[in-house]
C-alpha cells in the first residue's frame, strides 16, 4: 500500500486526543481516553470550557475499562451530575464490572496550577458488587443520597437504587421491566423519574412508551403512570425519544405520531393528570433519530435555555427555546451532531461534515452568536476531497428514494466503476460525512453512491416503514434501481459495477449479487447472511428485530430461508470478498466460515478473510488498512482494471 493509500485510511486518527463522550457541567468539559498501551484501559479527563489548549486533568487514576454494553450497543459509559455545588462523577467499569463514583469541586481559576481544575474531595468508591449483566449511564442522585440507574440482568431490564454511603453493594432492584427500557432522567427536585420501555414484537424507535413514576423519602416506587392521550398515542404505535426534564414539572421529548419525531413539551404537575403544554409539528423535520445505542441527546438546558438539534434535509439545524417559545434557529455546517450538551447558555457539541473530521464545537450564548455558525467555525476542511451530491431517484414502487454521489477524483478510467454501496442497520442511514473509505476509492478514479434505501431513518416514520416485511427485497432493489439510473445517465461504465456492504448491508448486498445481473462483484464485511440463524442466536436487542423486517418466524418461515443468501450461496459465480472477525459477538464468523469453501470452488477470484481480534465493526487501523488493500487487489483481478 502507498503512503497515500495509507493517508486516506489514516485521516481518522488526529493526533489530538479523540475526545470521546464529552459533556459539559457548570465551565468543565469532561470526556474518554484510552491510557496506556492497553486498548481495554480508558479514564475520564476534563479541561475548562472553551480553552482547547488546556492541558487535560486525568481524573479517574486507577486501571478501569469505562464501557457500556447495555443491550449489546452500549452507548454513553459515565455521567457527571451536578450536585450539592460538587461533580459526582459515576461511571461503569468492565474490569470489576460495576458501577463506581467519585467526588469533586472545582478549583478557583486563580488557584488553579499543574494543569488541576478539580479537586477531588472523596476518593473513588466501588457501589455495587460485580454483576453478571450490563449497566446504562442515565442515573440520577436524589436528595437522600440515592443513586438511580437500570441495569440487565439475565435478559431482562431493572430499575435500581445504590446508597451512596455504602460500597460495594447489592444493587436494589425498585421494578422489574417487562422487558427493555431506557434513558432513565429526572424532575429537578428527584421526586418523579421518568424512563421509555418497549416489548417484543417492537424495536424502540417503532413503538415504545414514556412512564413516569413517584418516588417516596426512602427511594421506592409510590406510584407509576403511562403516559397515553388520544392526540399522541393511545390509538396508534408511537415512539418516542430522550425524555428530558427541563424545570420541576416540565419535560420535553420528541414523538412521531405525525410521521416525523416531533418536539412534544408535558405538564407533570400531576402525575395522574399528565397534559400536553405545546406540540409542535413540523413536517420533513426530525428532532430524534433510531435508538441503537443509549444516550443519544437532541435536548439540552433547561425552560430558560433549552437548545434542540433537528436533522433538515441533509444537515443539522440547532434551535434556542426560552419559556417553550422559539426565539432563534442557527443553521450549521454539520450532516452529524455527536456529544450534545448545554450548561446554561454554554453549548458543545461535536460536528462532522462533508469535507472535514469532527470538531469539537464550544461556544458561550451569553456571547453574540450568529445563526450562520459557519461564518464563525474554523473549519479545517479536507483538500482533494469528493464532496458529495445529494440524488432522489425512483427506488421501489416508484417511491422517491435518497443517496448521495461521489464523483471520481482522478480519471484512471474512460468510464469510472461505479461501487454502490449498502448501509448497516438496516435501520441507519448515510449522512454524507466524510469517510475515508469512500475518499479512498473516489481518488483511484471510482465513483461511488451511497443508497438511503427504503428503511433508511431520518427521513421520516413513512420512509422508515417502506422495509417492513420487506427487508431482502425492498433495499435490494432500491441498490440496483440507482445502478441503472447512473448506467443510463452515462456516468459509469455498466460493466464495472459492483456492491459492498457491512453488517445489514452485506445481506443486501449478497442478494444483489444473487439476483441482480448488473452487479459484477460484491465486498461485504461481516455479512448477514442466515436469517434463521439470526432469528435463534443473535443478541437480546435484536431478538425481536426480524418480527417487522420479515415477519413472525412461524408465521414467515419460508421467508426467512429464501432471503438468506446462505441458503442460495451456490448460485453465486461472481467474485465475492467477504471480511469477519472472529469475536463478532452479533453475526458470528461460524457463518462466513460456512460458505467460504463453496465461493473459493464457484469463482477463482472470492475470497474470505478473517481477522483473530476484530469483532462487530473493524475498530483497528492496521485491519483497516489489509482491508482496503486486499479490496482493491480483489477489484483490479475481478474486473480486470
Known sequence: MSNDDKLKVRQTKSK????KELTIVRDIIFWIDVVGEGKNENAIFARPFNDKEAFPQKLTIQKYNIKNNFHGYGGKSYQ?????????????DQITKAVWYQIFKEVASNYRSQNKYLDSVQEPRQLSKSIDGNFDSSF????????????EINNRDYLF?????????DIHRIKKFKNFAGALSSNTSVKLLSWVEWDSPYMPWEKNDLFFAQIDLDGEIQKIKKFSNK????NKKVSFFQPYWISETLLVCSEDSSGWWNLLFLDVSEIENILIKKKVERNLIEYGAAQWVSGITFFSGTIKNLFCLAKKQNNFIMEQYKDLELVREFSTPFSLIS???????????????????????????????????????H???IKDCSKPESFWFKGFEEQSTHSFLYKPLVENFKKPPLLVRAHSGPTSFFDGSYNPEVQYWTSKGFFVAEVNYGGSSGFGKEYRERLNYKWGIVDSYDCKALALELTKSNLVDSEKVLISGNSAGGLTALNCLLYESIFKAAICKYPVIDLKDMHYNTHRFEKNYLNSLVGNYEKNHDDYIN???????????KPTLLFHGKKDKVISYKQTLKIQEILNKNNKYSEVIFFENEGHGFKNVETKEVVMKKSHDFLKNALNL
Open 16 to 19: 489530538k486526543k479523540a475526545l
Open 140 to 151: 440520577v442522585i436524589s436528595k437522600k443520597k440515592f443513586l438511580y440507574g437500570i441495569c
Open 231 to 234: 392526540l399522541i398515542n393511545a
Open 161 to 169: 437504587s445504590l446508597n451512596l454511603k455504602k460500597t460495594k453493594q
Open 563 to 573: 432471503r438468506s443468501p446462505i441458503n442460495h450461496i451456490y448460485k453465486i459465480k
Open 80 to 92: 457527571c451530575i451536578d450536585y450539592k455545588n460538587k461533580f459526582y462523577l459515576v461511571w461503569i
Open 339 to 377: 456529544d450534545f450538551s448545554v450548561f446554561r447558555k454554554k453549548v458543545l457539541l461535536k460536528g462532522f461534515g462533508f469535507d472535514f473530521l469532527g470538531i469539537v464545537f464550544e461556544i458561550d450564548f451569553a456571547e453574540k452568536v450568529l445563526s450562520n455558525f459557519s461564518k464563525q467555525l
Open 379 to 381: 473549519i479545517d476542511h
